[in-house]
Protein backbone atom coordinates (compact mmCIF):
# COMPACT_ATOMS: atom_id res chain seq x y z
CA UNK A 1 0.00 0.00 0.00
CA UNK A 2 2.28 2.40 0.98
CA UNK A 3 4.40 2.32 -2.57
CA UNK A 4 0.77 3.34 -3.82
CA UNK A 5 1.20 7.32 -1.78
CA UNK A 6 4.00 8.86 -3.73
CA UNK A 7 2.97 11.79 -1.35
CA UNK A 8 5.68 10.84 1.06
CA UNK A 9 8.50 10.24 -0.79
CA UNK A 10 10.71 12.64 2.14
CA UNK A 11 8.95 10.14 4.71
CA UNK A 12 10.36 7.64 2.51
CA UNK A 13 14.01 8.90 3.01
CA UNK A 14 13.07 8.91 6.48
CA UNK A 15 12.02 5.88 7.14
CA UNK A 16 15.26 4.45 4.78
CA UNK A 17 17.70 5.63 7.61
CA UNK A 18 19.28 8.58 8.43
CA UNK A 19 17.24 10.39 10.82
CA UNK A 20 17.54 13.86 10.75
CA UNK A 21 17.88 14.36 14.27
CA UNK A 22 18.72 12.76 17.60
CA UNK A 23 15.79 11.02 19.01
CA UNK A 24 17.54 7.72 19.73
CA UNK A 25 17.02 8.24 23.59
CA UNK A 26 15.69 5.74 25.60
CA UNK A 27 12.05 8.41 25.92
CA UNK A 28 10.20 7.40 23.26
CA UNK A 29 9.97 3.99 24.82
CA UNK A 30 8.02 5.22 27.55
CA UNK A 31 5.18 6.12 25.02
CA UNK A 32 4.74 2.27 24.19
CA UNK A 33 5.01 1.18 27.73
CA UNK A 34 0.81 1.67 28.40
CA UNK A 35 -0.04 -0.63 25.60
CA UNK A 36 2.89 -3.17 26.54
CA UNK A 37 1.46 -3.15 29.88
CA UNK A 38 -1.88 -3.93 28.99
CA UNK A 39 -0.91 -6.92 26.31
CA UNK A 40 1.55 -8.37 29.02
CA UNK A 41 -1.10 -8.63 31.21
CA UNK A 42 -4.08 -9.41 29.18
CA UNK A 43 -2.11 -11.37 25.82
CA UNK A 44 1.22 -12.83 26.76
CA UNK A 45 1.19 -13.63 30.28
CA UNK A 46 -2.61 -15.61 29.69
CA UNK A 47 -1.11 -17.27 26.62
CA UNK A 48 1.61 -18.83 28.50
CA UNK A 49 -0.58 -19.31 31.45
CA UNK A 50 -3.10 -21.35 28.67
CA UNK A 51 -0.03 -23.78 27.99
CA UNK A 52 0.46 -24.32 31.80
CA UNK A 53 -2.84 -24.87 31.94
CA UNK A 54 -3.65 -27.32 29.39
CA UNK A 55 -0.57 -29.20 30.90
CA UNK A 56 -1.90 -29.58 33.89
CA UNK A 57 -5.30 -31.12 36.06
CA UNK A 58 -7.59 -29.39 37.38
CA UNK A 59 -9.47 -29.98 40.73
CA UNK A 60 -13.13 -29.73 41.50
CA UNK A 61 -12.96 -26.50 42.40
CA UNK A 62 -10.93 -25.34 39.51
CA UNK A 63 -7.73 -24.87 41.01
CA UNK A 64 -4.44 -25.94 38.66
CA UNK A 65 -3.42 -29.34 40.16
CA UNK A 66 -0.33 -31.60 38.93
CA UNK A 67 1.61 -31.42 35.71
CA UNK A 68 -0.27 -34.30 33.70
CA UNK A 69 1.56 -33.74 30.03
CA UNK A 70 -0.51 -34.32 27.60
CA UNK A 71 -2.90 -35.81 28.98
CA UNK A 72 -5.50 -33.35 28.36
CA UNK A 73 -4.81 -33.08 24.89
CA UNK A 74 -5.45 -36.86 24.84
CA UNK A 75 -8.84 -36.64 26.50
CA UNK A 76 -9.71 -34.00 23.36
CA UNK A 77 -8.45 -35.74 20.68
CA UNK A 78 -10.10 -38.65 21.65
CA UNK A 79 -13.52 -37.58 23.08
CA UNK A 80 -15.72 -38.72 20.24
CA UNK A 81 -17.72 -35.58 21.28
CA UNK A 82 -14.91 -33.34 20.04
CA UNK A 83 -14.91 -34.66 16.86
CA UNK A 84 -18.65 -33.60 16.35
CA UNK A 85 -17.69 -29.78 17.69
CA UNK A 86 -14.99 -29.17 15.34
CA UNK A 87 -17.46 -30.80 12.51
CA UNK A 88 -19.91 -28.18 14.05
CA UNK A 89 -17.50 -25.24 14.29
CA UNK A 90 -16.48 -26.12 10.06
CA UNK A 91 -19.88 -26.18 8.85
CA UNK A 92 -20.39 -23.14 10.68
CA UNK A 93 -18.13 -21.57 9.15
CA UNK A 94 -19.40 -22.55 6.03
CA UNK A 95 -22.83 -21.90 6.65
CA UNK A 96 -21.89 -17.97 7.62
CA UNK A 97 -19.09 -16.88 5.61
CA UNK A 98 -20.25 -18.37 1.65
CA UNK A 99 -23.89 -16.99 2.29
CA UNK A 100 -22.60 -13.57 3.63
CA UNK A 101 -20.09 -13.56 0.88
CA UNK A 102 -22.25 -13.98 -1.78
CA UNK A 103 -24.56 -11.69 -0.89
CA UNK A 104 -22.90 -8.67 -0.31
CA UNK A 105 -21.44 -9.01 -3.24
CA UNK A 106 -24.84 -8.65 -5.11
CA UNK A 107 -25.70 -5.88 -3.17
CA UNK A 108 -22.62 -4.43 -3.11
CA UNK A 109 -22.25 -4.42 -7.28
CA UNK A 110 -25.86 -3.54 -7.33
CA UNK A 111 -25.24 -0.72 -5.00
CA UNK A 112 -22.21 0.51 -6.88
CA UNK A 113 -23.41 3.65 -9.23
CA UNK A 114 -23.46 6.69 -7.19
CA UNK A 115 -27.43 7.70 -6.59
CA UNK A 116 -30.24 9.00 -4.07
CA UNK A 117 -31.69 5.54 -4.14
CA UNK A 118 -28.32 3.58 -3.74
CA UNK A 119 -27.64 5.84 -1.00
CA UNK A 120 -30.96 4.98 0.66
CA UNK A 121 -30.36 1.40 -0.20
CA UNK A 122 -26.85 1.66 1.15
CA UNK A 123 -27.75 2.45 4.58
CA UNK A 124 -30.56 0.26 4.92
CA UNK A 125 -28.08 -2.68 4.08
CA UNK A 126 -26.02 -1.31 7.07
CA UNK A 127 -28.14 -1.26 9.26
CA UNK A 128 -27.31 -4.65 10.55
CA UNK A 129 -23.71 -3.31 11.60
CA UNK A 130 -25.60 -1.71 14.14
CA UNK A 131 -26.95 -4.62 16.02
CA UNK A 132 -25.03 -6.37 18.75
CA UNK A 133 -25.19 -10.33 18.80
CA UNK A 134 -27.13 -9.94 21.35
CA UNK A 135 -30.08 -7.64 20.28
CA UNK A 136 -30.02 -9.80 16.80
CA UNK A 137 -30.15 -12.85 19.09
CA UNK A 138 -33.14 -12.32 21.03
CA UNK A 139 -35.20 -10.60 17.94
CA UNK A 140 -34.47 -14.05 15.80
CA UNK A 141 -35.54 -15.81 18.64
CA UNK A 142 -38.51 -14.66 18.65
CA UNK A 143 -38.80 -15.02 14.73
CA UNK A 144 -37.69 -18.70 15.36
CA UNK A 145 -40.58 -19.39 18.19
CA UNK A 146 -41.94 -22.96 17.29
CA UNK A 147 -45.39 -21.74 18.94
CA UNK A 148 -45.85 -18.00 17.83
CA UNK A 149 -43.15 -17.25 15.72
CA UNK A 150 -43.11 -15.65 12.53
CA UNK A 151 -41.23 -17.67 10.70
CA UNK A 152 -43.26 -20.64 11.32
CA UNK A 153 -46.38 -18.50 10.74
CA UNK A 154 -44.70 -18.29 7.24
CA UNK A 155 -43.91 -22.21 6.31
CA UNK A 156 -47.96 -22.84 7.21
CA UNK A 157 -48.41 -19.98 5.34
CA UNK A 158 -46.90 -21.88 2.36
CA UNK A 159 -47.87 -24.98 3.16
CA UNK A 160 -45.45 -26.13 5.08
CA UNK A 161 -45.09 -28.62 8.46
CA UNK A 162 -44.13 -26.06 11.73
CA UNK A 163 -40.13 -26.21 11.98
CA UNK A 164 -38.38 -27.03 15.07
CA UNK A 165 -35.79 -23.88 14.11
CA UNK A 166 -33.72 -24.46 17.41
CA UNK A 167 -34.85 -27.33 18.86
CA UNK A 168 -34.35 -29.86 16.19
CA UNK A 169 -30.53 -30.81 15.73
CA UNK A 170 -30.90 -30.76 11.92
CA UNK A 171 -32.15 -26.90 11.75
CA UNK A 172 -30.36 -25.64 14.81
CA UNK A 173 -27.03 -24.81 13.43
CA UNK A 174 -27.89 -23.34 10.01
CA UNK A 175 -30.76 -21.06 12.20
CA UNK A 176 -28.07 -19.93 14.13
CA UNK A 177 -25.95 -19.93 11.00
CA UNK A 178 -29.04 -17.50 9.78
CA UNK A 179 -29.11 -15.21 12.38
CA UNK A 180 -25.31 -14.29 11.63
CA UNK A 181 -25.57 -14.30 8.12
CA UNK A 182 -28.10 -11.26 8.60
CA UNK A 183 -26.19 -9.41 11.49
CA UNK A 184 -22.70 -9.72 9.03
CA UNK A 185 -24.00 -8.39 6.04
CA UNK A 186 -24.03 -4.88 6.67
CA UNK A 187 -20.36 -5.05 7.38
CA UNK A 188 -19.54 -6.99 4.14
CA UNK A 189 -21.41 -4.52 2.08
CA UNK A 190 -19.98 -1.62 3.78
CA UNK A 191 -16.41 -2.99 3.20
CA UNK A 192 -16.73 -4.17 -0.47
CA UNK A 193 -18.79 -0.87 -1.43
CA UNK A 194 -15.81 0.68 -0.14
CA UNK A 195 -13.59 -1.37 -2.30
CA UNK A 196 -15.89 -0.63 -5.62
CA UNK A 197 -15.64 2.87 -4.69
CA UNK A 198 -11.93 2.91 -5.09
CA UNK A 199 -11.74 1.09 -8.25
CA UNK A 200 -10.35 4.01 -10.80
CA UNK A 201 -13.42 5.57 -12.94
CA UNK A 202 -10.82 5.20 -16.24
CA UNK A 203 -10.59 0.98 -15.96
CA UNK A 204 -14.65 0.90 -15.58
CA UNK A 205 -14.74 3.18 -18.74
CA UNK A 206 -12.19 1.22 -20.56
CA UNK A 207 -14.04 -2.00 -20.10
CA UNK A 208 -16.80 -0.48 -21.15
CA UNK A 209 -15.39 1.18 -24.38
CA UNK A 210 -14.00 -2.52 -24.71
CA UNK A 211 -17.60 -3.61 -25.13
CA UNK A 212 -18.02 -4.99 -21.62
CA UNK A 213 -21.37 -4.31 -19.48
CA UNK A 214 -24.35 -5.61 -17.13
CA UNK A 215 -22.63 -8.93 -16.11
CA UNK A 216 -19.56 -9.24 -17.79
CA UNK A 217 -18.33 -5.93 -16.64
CA UNK A 218 -18.97 -7.01 -13.24
CA UNK A 219 -18.01 -10.92 -13.47
CA UNK A 220 -14.85 -10.13 -15.49
CA UNK A 221 -13.68 -6.68 -14.30
CA UNK A 222 -14.98 -5.42 -10.95
CA UNK A 223 -14.90 -8.42 -8.83
CA UNK A 224 -11.45 -8.71 -9.63
CA UNK A 225 -10.74 -5.39 -9.03
CA UNK A 226 -11.77 -6.08 -5.69
CA UNK A 227 -10.72 -9.28 -4.90
CA UNK A 228 -8.05 -8.35 -1.85
CA UNK A 229 -10.98 -6.95 0.03
CA UNK A 230 -12.84 -10.21 -0.60
CA UNK A 231 -10.15 -12.02 0.44
CA UNK A 232 -9.85 -9.72 3.45
CA UNK A 233 -14.13 -10.44 4.33
CA UNK A 234 -13.45 -14.30 3.67
CA UNK A 235 -10.26 -14.42 6.29
CA UNK A 236 -11.98 -12.13 9.15
CA UNK A 237 -15.43 -13.54 8.37
CA UNK A 238 -14.43 -17.32 9.11
CA UNK A 239 -12.34 -16.04 12.33
CA UNK A 240 -15.51 -14.16 13.33
CA UNK A 241 -17.75 -17.46 12.77
CA UNK A 242 -14.56 -19.19 14.44
CA UNK A 243 -15.26 -16.45 17.82
CA UNK A 244 -19.03 -16.75 17.62
CA UNK A 245 -20.27 -17.38 20.92
CA UNK A 246 -23.31 -15.14 21.63
CA UNK A 247 -25.75 -16.38 19.22
CA UNK A 248 -25.08 -19.56 20.06
CA UNK A 249 -25.42 -19.15 23.95
CA UNK A 250 -29.04 -17.00 23.59
CA UNK A 251 -30.53 -19.22 21.01
CA UNK A 252 -29.39 -22.75 22.09
CA UNK A 253 -26.93 -22.95 24.41
CA UNK A 254 -25.01 -25.25 22.30
CA UNK A 255 -27.64 -27.74 22.12
CA UNK A 256 -30.39 -29.98 21.28
CA UNK A 257 -27.66 -32.56 21.29
CA UNK A 258 -24.72 -30.30 20.61
CA UNK A 259 -25.69 -29.66 17.29
CA UNK A 260 -25.04 -26.20 17.69
CA UNK A 261 -21.53 -26.45 19.84
CA UNK A 262 -18.77 -25.41 18.40
CA UNK A 263 -14.89 -24.90 19.29
CA UNK A 264 -15.59 -21.71 21.32
CA UNK A 265 -18.49 -23.06 22.85
CA UNK A 266 -17.13 -25.98 23.96
CA UNK A 267 -14.20 -24.03 25.70
CA UNK A 268 -16.80 -22.13 26.90
CA UNK A 269 -19.48 -25.11 28.57
CA UNK A 270 -16.04 -27.60 29.93
CA UNK A 271 -14.49 -23.70 31.76
CA UNK A 272 -17.60 -22.16 32.78
CA UNK A 273 -20.92 -23.24 31.85
CA UNK A 274 -23.06 -25.32 35.38
CA UNK A 275 -20.15 -24.59 37.26
CA UNK A 276 -17.82 -26.93 35.47
CA UNK A 277 -14.77 -25.36 36.22
CA UNK A 278 -12.35 -28.05 33.72
CA UNK A 279 -9.88 -25.29 32.57
CA UNK A 280 -7.49 -27.70 31.71
CA UNK A 281 -9.41 -29.54 29.50
CA UNK A 282 -10.78 -26.43 28.27
CA UNK A 283 -7.14 -24.86 27.98
CA UNK A 284 -6.40 -27.44 25.79
CA UNK A 285 -9.28 -26.48 23.28
CA UNK A 286 -7.63 -23.23 23.89
CA UNK A 287 -4.53 -24.48 22.19
CA UNK A 288 -6.47 -25.98 19.08
CA UNK A 289 -8.39 -22.86 18.72
CA UNK A 290 -4.96 -20.94 18.55
CA UNK A 291 -3.53 -23.32 16.54
CA UNK A 292 -6.55 -23.08 13.68
CA UNK A 293 -6.19 -19.42 13.89
CA UNK A 294 -2.73 -19.17 13.14
CA UNK A 295 -3.62 -21.59 10.40
CA UNK A 296 -6.05 -19.40 8.49
CA UNK A 297 -3.39 -16.12 9.22
CA UNK A 298 -0.71 -17.86 7.44
CA UNK A 299 -3.23 -18.50 4.59
CA UNK A 300 -4.24 -14.90 4.73
CA UNK A 301 -0.56 -13.76 4.27
CA UNK A 302 0.37 -16.08 1.90
CA UNK A 303 -2.32 -15.07 -0.85
CA UNK A 304 -2.89 -11.87 0.20
CA UNK A 305 0.64 -11.45 0.05
CA UNK A 306 1.07 -13.07 -3.61
CA UNK A 307 -2.11 -11.19 -4.63
CA UNK A 308 0.51 -7.71 -3.88
CA UNK A 309 3.28 -9.63 -5.73
CA UNK A 310 0.98 -9.64 -9.04
CA UNK A 311 -0.21 -6.26 -9.37
CA UNK B 1 -40.58 49.24 -45.65
CA UNK B 2 -41.06 47.68 -48.55
CA UNK B 3 -37.23 46.79 -47.95
CA UNK B 4 -38.03 45.43 -45.03
CA UNK B 5 -40.95 43.24 -46.45
CA UNK B 6 -38.99 42.16 -49.38
CA UNK B 7 -36.13 41.02 -46.93
CA UNK B 8 -38.35 39.13 -44.14
CA UNK B 9 -41.00 37.96 -46.20
CA UNK B 10 -38.65 35.37 -48.63
CA UNK B 11 -37.21 34.93 -45.57
CA UNK B 12 -40.05 32.61 -43.92
CA UNK B 13 -40.52 30.95 -46.64
CA UNK B 14 -36.84 29.90 -47.20
CA UNK B 15 -36.82 29.09 -43.68
CA UNK B 16 -40.25 26.81 -44.32
CA UNK B 17 -38.68 25.26 -47.06
CA UNK B 18 -35.55 24.14 -45.02
CA UNK B 19 -37.49 22.89 -42.25
CA UNK B 20 -39.59 20.97 -44.71
CA UNK B 21 -36.04 19.91 -46.38
CA UNK B 22 -34.46 19.43 -43.21
CA UNK B 23 -37.84 17.22 -41.85
CA UNK B 24 -38.03 15.10 -45.39
CA UNK B 25 -34.21 14.41 -44.72
CA UNK B 26 -35.09 13.07 -41.44
CA UNK B 27 -37.63 11.24 -42.59
CA UNK B 28 -34.94 9.73 -45.08
CA UNK B 29 -32.85 8.87 -42.49
CA UNK B 30 -35.42 7.15 -39.75
CA UNK B 31 -36.57 5.15 -43.25
CA UNK B 32 -32.83 3.45 -43.62
CA UNK B 33 -32.65 3.64 -39.59
CA UNK B 34 -35.53 1.18 -39.92
CA UNK B 35 -34.76 -0.30 -42.99
CA UNK B 36 -31.48 -1.12 -41.06
CA UNK B 37 -33.21 -1.91 -38.30
CA UNK B 38 -35.29 -4.52 -40.10
CA UNK B 39 -32.29 -5.95 -41.54
CA UNK B 40 -30.84 -6.68 -38.12
CA UNK B 41 -33.92 -8.10 -37.59
CA UNK B 42 -35.93 -7.97 -34.31
CA UNK B 43 -32.33 -8.96 -32.27
CA UNK B 44 -31.97 -4.81 -31.37
CA UNK B 45 -35.22 -4.38 -30.04
CA UNK B 46 -35.05 -7.42 -28.28
CA UNK B 47 -31.57 -6.87 -26.71
CA UNK B 48 -32.98 -3.33 -25.78
CA UNK B 49 -35.71 -4.79 -24.09
CA UNK B 50 -33.55 -7.37 -22.48
CA UNK B 51 -31.55 -4.54 -20.69
CA UNK B 52 -34.67 -2.27 -19.58
CA UNK B 53 -35.78 -6.36 -17.81
CA UNK B 54 -32.58 -7.11 -16.42
CA UNK B 55 -32.45 -3.57 -15.10
CA UNK B 56 -36.22 -3.92 -13.46
CA UNK B 57 -35.07 -7.62 -12.90
CA UNK B 58 -31.85 -6.24 -10.68
CA UNK B 59 -34.16 -3.54 -8.88
CA UNK B 60 -36.81 -6.20 -7.69
CA UNK B 61 -34.25 -8.00 -6.00
CA UNK B 62 -32.46 -5.47 -4.52
CA UNK B 63 -35.76 -4.23 -3.03
CA UNK B 64 -36.25 -7.59 -1.97
CA UNK B 65 -33.25 -8.18 -0.41
CA UNK B 66 -33.61 -4.79 1.09
CA UNK B 67 -36.61 -5.80 2.27
CA UNK B 68 -35.33 -8.96 3.77
CA UNK B 69 -32.51 -7.61 5.85
CA UNK B 70 -34.21 -4.61 7.18
CA UNK B 71 -37.26 -6.52 8.34
CA UNK B 72 -35.65 -7.39 11.55
CA UNK B 73 -34.74 -3.67 11.96
CA UNK B 74 -38.17 -2.88 11.56
CA UNK B 75 -39.84 -5.26 13.42
CA UNK B 76 -37.75 -4.77 16.11
CA UNK B 77 -39.28 -1.06 17.05
CA UNK B 78 -42.60 -2.12 15.65
CA UNK B 79 -43.01 -4.89 17.66
CA UNK B 80 -41.73 -2.87 20.44
CA UNK B 81 -44.97 -0.76 20.30
CA UNK B 82 -47.25 -3.00 19.45
CA UNK B 83 -50.24 -3.72 22.29
CA UNK B 84 -49.50 -8.03 23.38
CA UNK B 85 -52.98 -9.10 21.57
CA UNK B 86 -50.67 -8.12 18.28
CA UNK B 87 -46.88 -9.74 18.68
CA UNK B 88 -48.34 -12.31 20.56
CA UNK B 89 -50.78 -13.33 18.34
CA UNK B 90 -50.44 -16.21 16.04
CA UNK B 91 -49.62 -15.88 13.26
CA UNK B 92 -48.02 -12.80 14.53
CA UNK B 93 -49.14 -9.01 13.21
CA UNK B 94 -46.91 -7.09 11.51
CA UNK B 95 -47.86 -3.94 11.97
CA UNK B 96 -49.55 -2.45 15.34
CA UNK B 97 -53.27 -3.14 14.16
CA UNK B 98 -54.81 -2.35 17.65
CA UNK B 99 -52.31 0.76 18.34
CA UNK B 100 -49.22 1.59 19.55
CA UNK B 101 -48.12 1.12 23.10
CA UNK B 102 -45.44 2.08 25.27
CA UNK B 103 -46.33 -1.31 27.58
CA UNK B 104 -43.09 -3.17 26.52
CA UNK B 105 -40.59 -0.78 27.23
CA UNK B 106 -41.70 0.24 30.84
CA UNK B 107 -42.07 -3.79 31.27
CA UNK B 108 -38.79 -4.05 30.42
CA UNK B 109 -37.15 -1.20 32.21
CA UNK B 110 -38.71 -2.73 35.56
CA UNK B 111 -37.50 -6.26 34.66
CA UNK B 112 -33.55 -5.10 34.54
CA UNK B 113 -31.95 -2.36 35.94
CA UNK B 114 -32.23 -0.80 32.95
CA UNK B 115 -30.37 2.92 33.84
CA UNK B 116 -28.01 1.24 35.58
CA UNK B 117 -26.89 -1.50 32.80
CA UNK B 118 -26.88 1.78 30.36
CA UNK B 119 -24.40 3.02 32.81
CA UNK B 120 -22.38 0.22 32.98
CA UNK B 121 -22.39 -0.24 29.07
CA UNK B 122 -21.82 3.49 28.54
CA UNK B 123 -19.42 4.04 31.03
CA UNK B 124 -16.90 1.00 29.86
CA UNK B 125 -17.50 1.32 26.55
CA UNK B 126 -16.49 5.20 26.69
CA UNK B 127 -13.47 4.40 28.82
CA UNK B 128 -12.29 1.50 26.40
CA UNK B 129 -12.63 3.94 23.54
CA UNK B 130 -10.84 6.61 24.88
CA UNK B 131 -7.89 4.28 26.20
CA UNK B 132 -7.48 2.72 22.69
CA UNK B 133 -7.41 5.66 20.98
CA UNK B 134 -4.82 7.22 23.55
CA UNK B 135 -2.84 3.97 23.23
CA UNK B 136 -2.50 3.40 20.09
CA UNK B 137 -1.73 6.76 19.25
CA UNK B 138 1.18 6.87 21.32
CA UNK B 139 2.77 3.81 19.64
CA UNK B 140 1.96 4.86 16.60
CA UNK B 141 3.88 7.92 17.17
CA UNK B 142 6.68 6.48 18.90
CA UNK B 143 6.98 4.00 15.97
CA UNK B 144 6.49 6.63 12.98
CA UNK B 145 7.08 9.69 13.89
CA UNK B 146 9.63 9.30 17.38
CA UNK B 147 11.38 6.32 15.22
CA UNK B 148 11.72 4.25 18.12
CA UNK B 149 15.04 1.63 18.42
CA UNK B 150 13.80 -1.50 16.78
CA UNK B 151 10.03 -0.04 15.50
CA UNK B 152 9.85 -2.86 13.41
CA UNK B 153 10.08 -5.60 15.25
CA UNK B 154 7.80 -4.08 18.16
CA UNK B 155 5.42 -3.44 15.34
CA UNK B 156 5.76 -6.66 14.16
CA UNK B 157 4.59 -7.78 18.34
CA UNK B 158 1.75 -5.88 18.31
CA UNK B 159 0.12 -6.92 15.28
CA UNK B 160 0.95 -10.28 16.33
CA UNK B 161 -1.42 -9.87 19.74
CA UNK B 162 -4.22 -9.44 16.71
CA UNK B 163 -3.59 -12.95 15.88
CA UNK B 164 -4.72 -14.17 19.76
CA UNK B 165 -8.47 -13.51 19.70
CA UNK B 166 -9.85 -12.50 23.31
CA UNK B 167 -11.78 -16.27 23.56
CA UNK B 168 -8.45 -18.53 23.41
CA UNK B 169 -7.22 -16.69 26.89
CA UNK B 170 -10.15 -16.06 28.10
CA UNK B 171 -9.72 -18.83 31.29
CA UNK B 172 -6.56 -17.44 32.42
CA UNK B 173 -7.82 -13.86 32.04
CA UNK B 174 -10.77 -15.11 33.81
CA UNK B 175 -8.37 -16.03 36.64
CA UNK B 176 -6.21 -13.05 36.44
CA UNK B 177 -9.69 -11.63 37.45
CA UNK B 178 -10.79 -13.76 39.91
CA UNK B 179 -7.73 -13.84 42.16
CA UNK B 180 -7.29 -9.81 41.88
CA UNK B 181 -10.83 -9.79 43.58
CA UNK B 182 -12.19 -8.08 40.69
CA UNK B 183 -15.00 -10.05 39.66
CA UNK B 184 -18.22 -8.68 39.44
CA UNK B 185 -16.39 -4.87 39.29
CA UNK B 186 -16.43 -2.17 36.46
CA UNK B 187 -12.59 -2.69 36.74
CA UNK B 188 -13.24 -6.68 35.20
CA UNK B 189 -15.41 -5.03 32.13
CA UNK B 190 -12.46 -2.43 31.23
CA UNK B 191 -8.78 -3.47 32.10
CA UNK B 192 -8.06 -6.58 29.31
CA UNK B 193 -9.34 -3.61 26.45
CA UNK B 194 -7.61 -0.81 27.53
CA UNK B 195 -5.31 -1.53 24.50
CA UNK B 196 -5.49 -3.00 20.80
CA UNK B 197 -3.69 -4.74 18.31
CA UNK B 198 -6.27 -3.72 15.74
CA UNK B 199 -6.13 0.49 17.09
CA UNK B 200 -2.49 0.61 16.92
CA UNK B 201 -2.32 -1.22 13.15
CA UNK B 202 -4.46 1.40 12.30
CA UNK B 203 -3.17 4.49 13.68
CA UNK B 204 0.11 3.36 12.08
CA UNK B 205 -0.97 2.94 9.05
CA UNK B 206 -2.50 6.51 9.32
CA UNK B 207 0.80 8.20 10.52
CA UNK B 208 2.72 6.84 7.68
CA UNK B 209 1.23 9.06 5.32
CA UNK B 210 1.19 12.06 7.16
CA UNK B 211 3.29 14.78 5.61
CA UNK B 212 6.35 14.65 7.09
CA UNK B 213 7.67 17.91 5.90
CA UNK B 214 5.18 19.76 8.71
CA UNK B 215 6.62 17.21 11.53
CA UNK B 216 10.37 18.19 10.50
CA UNK B 217 9.58 21.92 10.43
CA UNK B 218 7.97 21.76 14.20
CA UNK B 219 11.07 20.20 15.25
CA UNK B 220 13.64 22.49 13.61
CA UNK B 221 11.30 24.93 15.70
CA UNK B 222 12.63 23.43 18.86
CA UNK B 223 9.29 21.58 19.83
CA UNK B 224 9.46 18.28 22.45
CA UNK B 225 8.08 14.93 21.72
CA UNK B 226 5.26 15.91 23.70
CA UNK B 227 4.58 19.21 22.14
CA UNK B 228 4.70 17.67 18.85
CA UNK B 229 2.45 15.11 19.59
CA UNK B 230 -0.26 17.54 21.19
CA UNK B 231 -0.17 20.30 18.54
CA UNK B 232 0.63 18.80 15.16
CA UNK B 233 0.54 14.98 15.33
CA UNK B 234 -3.27 14.67 16.80
CA UNK B 235 -5.00 17.26 14.79
CA UNK B 236 -3.75 15.66 11.59
CA UNK B 237 -5.03 12.11 13.20
CA UNK B 238 -8.38 13.69 13.45
CA UNK B 239 -9.75 11.34 10.68
CA UNK B 240 -7.99 8.48 11.94
CA UNK B 241 -8.85 8.62 15.47
CA UNK B 242 -12.94 9.46 14.95
CA UNK B 243 -12.56 5.76 12.74
CA UNK B 244 -11.05 4.01 15.84
CA UNK B 245 -12.89 5.91 18.02
CA UNK B 246 -16.57 5.01 16.28
CA UNK B 247 -14.96 1.41 15.19
CA UNK B 248 -14.06 0.82 19.03
CA UNK B 249 -17.09 2.00 20.78
CA UNK B 250 -19.25 -0.50 18.06
CA UNK B 251 -17.48 -3.07 19.07
CA UNK B 252 -17.52 -2.52 22.78
CA UNK B 253 -20.58 -1.73 23.22
CA UNK B 254 -21.79 -4.84 21.48
CA UNK B 255 -19.47 -7.36 23.48
CA UNK B 256 -21.09 -10.42 25.06
CA UNK B 257 -18.70 -13.36 26.33
CA UNK B 258 -16.67 -11.64 28.40
CA UNK B 259 -19.10 -9.39 30.40
CA UNK B 260 -21.16 -12.57 30.52
CA UNK B 261 -17.70 -14.32 32.58
CA UNK B 262 -16.65 -11.55 34.79
CA UNK B 263 -19.96 -9.98 36.08
CA UNK B 264 -22.99 -11.85 38.41
CA UNK B 265 -25.56 -9.12 39.46
CA UNK B 266 -27.79 -7.70 37.53
CA UNK B 267 -26.79 -3.95 38.71
CA UNK B 268 -22.84 -5.07 37.26
CA UNK B 269 -24.16 -6.28 34.19
CA UNK B 270 -24.18 -4.62 30.60
CA UNK B 271 -27.51 -4.04 28.64
CA UNK B 272 -26.54 -6.42 26.29
CA UNK B 273 -26.28 -9.11 29.17
CA UNK B 274 -29.48 -7.68 30.68
CA UNK B 275 -31.68 -7.79 27.38
CA UNK B 276 -31.11 -11.67 27.44
CA UNK B 277 -32.88 -12.14 30.47
CA UNK B 278 -36.20 -10.42 29.17
CA UNK B 279 -36.59 -13.72 26.57
CA UNK B 280 -37.92 -16.00 29.52
CA UNK B 281 -38.95 -19.58 27.85
CA UNK B 282 -41.80 -20.57 30.02
CA UNK B 283 -43.75 -17.08 29.87
CA UNK B 284 -42.25 -15.82 26.39
CA UNK B 285 -43.24 -12.28 25.68
CA UNK B 286 -42.25 -11.11 22.34
CA UNK B 287 -42.87 -7.63 22.68
CA UNK B 288 -40.89 -7.68 24.94
CA UNK B 289 -37.49 -9.17 23.82
CA UNK B 290 -37.93 -6.64 20.84
CA UNK B 291 -38.27 -3.49 23.17
CA UNK B 292 -34.73 -4.91 25.29
CA UNK B 293 -33.20 -5.11 21.80
CA UNK B 294 -34.47 -1.80 20.39
CA UNK B 295 -32.76 -0.56 23.77
CA UNK B 296 -29.37 -1.62 23.24
CA UNK B 297 -28.74 -0.85 19.37
CA UNK B 298 -30.27 2.67 19.71
CA UNK B 299 -27.11 4.25 20.56
CA UNK B 300 -25.00 1.63 18.02
CA UNK B 301 -28.10 2.87 15.62
CA UNK B 302 -27.31 5.85 15.51
CA UNK B 303 -23.74 5.96 14.82
CA UNK B 304 -24.31 3.75 11.55
CA UNK B 305 -26.53 5.96 10.25
CA UNK B 306 -24.71 9.14 11.65
CA UNK B 307 -20.93 7.90 11.20
CA UNK B 308 -20.91 5.49 7.59
CA UNK B 309 -18.24 7.85 6.02
CA UNK B 310 -15.83 7.24 9.38
CA UNK B 311 -16.70 3.81 9.33
CA UNK B 312 -16.00 2.70 5.98
CA UNK B 313 -12.66 4.90 6.38
CA UNK B 314 -11.81 2.63 9.08
CA UNK B 315 -12.87 -0.51 7.25
CA UNK B 316 -11.05 0.35 4.42
CA UNK B 317 -8.51 0.63 6.54
CA UNK B 318 -7.94 -3.06 7.28
CA UNK B 319 -8.81 -4.11 4.26
CA UNK B 320 -6.55 -2.72 2.23
CA UNK B 321 -3.47 -3.80 3.86
Known amino acids: MSAAIPGTASGGTWQNGKKPFDVRSWTPLLYLLPAIAVFACFVVYPLIRTFILSASGTDILGRQSQFVGLRNFQRVFTDPEFGKIMLNTLLFAVYTVVPTIVLSLIIALMLNKESTVNRVFRTVFALPFAYSVSAASIIFSAFFNPATGLFNAIVQKLGGQPIGWLTSSQFALPAIAMTTVWMNIGYNVLVLLAGLGSVPDEVVEAARLDGASGFRLQWFILIPMIMSQVFFLIITDTIQSLESFGQIHVLTKGGPDSSTTTLVYDIYMHGFANNSSNFGYASAEAIVLIVVVAIITLIQFTTVGRKVDNQ | ?321
Open chain 2, 1 to 321: MSVATTTTIPAKPKAIKSAAAADAKDTKEIRAERAKAKASGFAANFSHARYVASKIFGLLVLVLLGIIVIFPVYYSFAGTLMQQQDIAAYPPAIWPKHGITWSNLATAAQIIPLFRQYVNSFGSTLIITVAQVLTSTLVAYALVVLKVRGASVWFTLFLGTMMILGESVIIPNYLTISSLGLRNTFLALILPYLASGFGIFMMYSFMRQFPMELVEAARIDGASNLRLLWSIVLPLSRPAIASLAIYTFLTHWNGFFWPLLVTETPEMQTIQIGITQLQSPDNFNPGLVMAGAVLAVIPTLLIVILGQRQIVRGLTAGSTK
